[in-house]
């Protein structure tokens, strides 16, 4: 008999929701990440959960209306790291006409089954906030919804959850062989921090290594034909807040492309992305100059105020791995995902997992399920539609009437933070202030509000390891506190790890926990 039903390779987004989806339909479940959560590509989107309004005009139909559906399902899921968002979409003579734009953005509001979110409505930026901070000559614009999302925080939702509900998530765990054994796999697990090998055996494996997934196919599963998958580089800058407002830029370039402007982190705007295909290690993948470049040029040509390189704080770069369709252009390969299951009759079959994007994750994670249920035998029915993540159990009355009454319950914790925290942890927020009365009770402060009971709190409860887990992942406090901070916060979490502070992967290192 197996260890476990299903080993999971990759702890992104799609890794995470195929394992919250099955432990949760009773499955045995493993997931190993050879990094920290969302360390890849799903850390590195343009935070949206949105339908795509530019596949309309790749007719990529099924993609735009599966997207449309699912903004409103987890919106529903994560209120408090999925909000609604504006974008304003300016008229540009000499590109697609307006008559075009109206028609593809009354596609984009009907084709999903929009029920909360506002329609569409045509703006005189002349008039409207949303023109001033442009340049003149943009007199026509159309202003749409969709959602925002803190990507990183999602995928490390869907795994706590995954690990709530049985799972085993191990983290800086790499997969260093798979071989198909009988009727099941054997798998070899080398733990990154202290060297540790171990083999675990599996009746299916999912391989969902998003850019590293033919490597797994040819380096750790001994199948050196496979070339699946096209590597596209996504790139984003951000710089000081470019406007004062509450909405979001969508804009059309001369190359076909578009290029969002989006509020972030209250001070600041970030500008992206771009489309270039890569070849190399995807974790060297770096913002080069000419996608710097190309993100301030764009920006510069709509916004009255230029935007240089020189503006610049940070950058983020990420590679997207899409399926190889044999597209021309790297903007026009396809982002539907696409699933397949290898494995001869009488062998344990290994799913792999194409493509895909943050916004269908959770129906891709259903699809994967028929699949696997053919494959080794269907438990339980579909189920996360509905289903809240951790901290997204609001009360009547939302996010806000929440954070109102934490912060009368708490009138010694600064009410900034509080809100802070609440739209990052939602009803875990307690968890977090738990015997605290006062600011000074949470502990030290390492800045921007980040305090040690934070801290505390995610290397037990969210797999954190590192500064860079927290202020790059967990949260993005990176871009508020001093680099130095990070070296701190690092000696901090070596000293809790020092004095045996108990963490998931501590109580749940092998299948026999569970």
């Not at 449309?68 to 540009?92: D, G, K, N, S, Y």
């Not at 070899?188 to 171990?198: C, N």
């Not at 699946?228 to 909405?247: A, E, F, M, N, T």
């Not at 289903?387 to 009360?395: F, K, N, V």
Request: net charge neutral; glycine share 10%.
């Amino acid at each position: 008999m197996a260890d476990v039903d299903i080993l999971v390779i990759g702890g992104g987004i799609n890794g995470c929701g195929i394992a919250r989806d099955a432990v949760g339909r009773g499955y045995s479940v493993l997931l190993a990440e050879m990094g920290d959560l969302a360390s890849g590509t799903s850390s590195a989107s343009t935070k949206l959960i949105h339908g795509g309004l530019r596949y309309l005009e790749h007719y990529e139909f099924r993609l735009v209306r599966e997207a449309l559906t699912e903004r409103e399902i987890l919106w529903a899921m994560a209120p408090h790291i999925i909000w609604p968002l504006r974008f304003v979409l300016p008229h540009h003579a000499g590109l697609r006409p307006a008559w075009l734009l109206r028609l593809g953005l009354f596609l984009y509001d009907h084709l999903g089954g929009r029920k909360r979110l506002p329609s569409t409505r045509t703006l005189d930026l002349r008039v409207d906030a949303a023109g001033r901070p442009l340049k003149t000559g943009y007199g026509k614009g159309f202003e749409y919804s969709d959602c925002w999302v803190q990507d990183a925080r999602l995928v490390a939702l869907n795994a706590v959850d995954a690990a709530t509900r049985g799972a085993t998530i191990l983290t800086r765990t790499r997969v260093t062989a798979a071989v198909r054994a009988g009727d099941h796999w054997a798998v070899t697990l080398a733990d990154a921090e202290t060297g540790a090998v171990r083999t675990v055996t599996a009746r299916l494996v999912v391989n969902a290594a998003g850019p590293w997934i033919d490597e797994v196919l040819r380096s750790v599963a001994g199948m050196p034909e496979a070339r699946h998958v096209r590597l596209v580089q996504g790139s984003h800058i951000v710089v000081p807040k470019l406007y004062d407002h509450d909405r979001a830029y969508i804009f059309q370039n001369a190359d076909g492309r578009i290029v969002f402007a989006i509020p972030y982190e209250r001070a600041f705007t970030l500008i992206g992305t771009t489309d270039r295909d890569y070849s190399g290690n995807p974790a060297d993948v770096r913002i080069t100059g000419e996608e710097t470049s190309y993100l301030a040029k764009a920006a510069s040509d709509y916004f009255a105020t230029p935007v240089t390189a020189n503006d610049v704080v940070w950058t983020y770069s990420g590679i997207r791995p899409l399926y190889d369709d044999g597209a021309s252009k790297a903007q026009e390969a396809t982002r539907d995902y696409v699933l397949k299951l290898a494995g001869e009759r009488g062998e344990p079959p290994m799913l792999n997992v194409f493509g895909g994007k943050i916004t269908t994750y959770r129906r891709l994670a259903e699809s994967a399920l028929e699949l696997i249920g053919q494959a080794i035998g269907t438990r339980g029915v579909p189920w996360t539609k509905g289903a809240t993540l951790p901290g997204g159990d609001l009360p009547a009355g939302g996010l806000d009437a929440y954070q109102a009454r934490i912060a009368a319950a708490r009138p010694g914790i600064d009410p900034t933070l509080i809100e802070r925290l609440v739209r990052t942890y939602g009803t875990r927020t307690e968890t977090i202030l738990a015997g605290a009365a006062t600011t000074a009770d949470l502990g030290r402060d390492f800045g921007a509000g980040l305090t040690e009971a934070e801290v505390r709190y995610l290397v037990r409860e969210e797999w954190a390891r590192s500064a860079d887990d927290i202020l790059w992942r967990r949260t993005k406090l990176g871009l508020h506190l001093p680099k130095e901070a990070a070296a701190e916060i690092d000696a901090f979490i070596a000293g809790l790890r020092g004095n045996g502070e108990k963490r998931r992967n501590d109580a749940c290192a092998d299948p026999a926990y569970n």
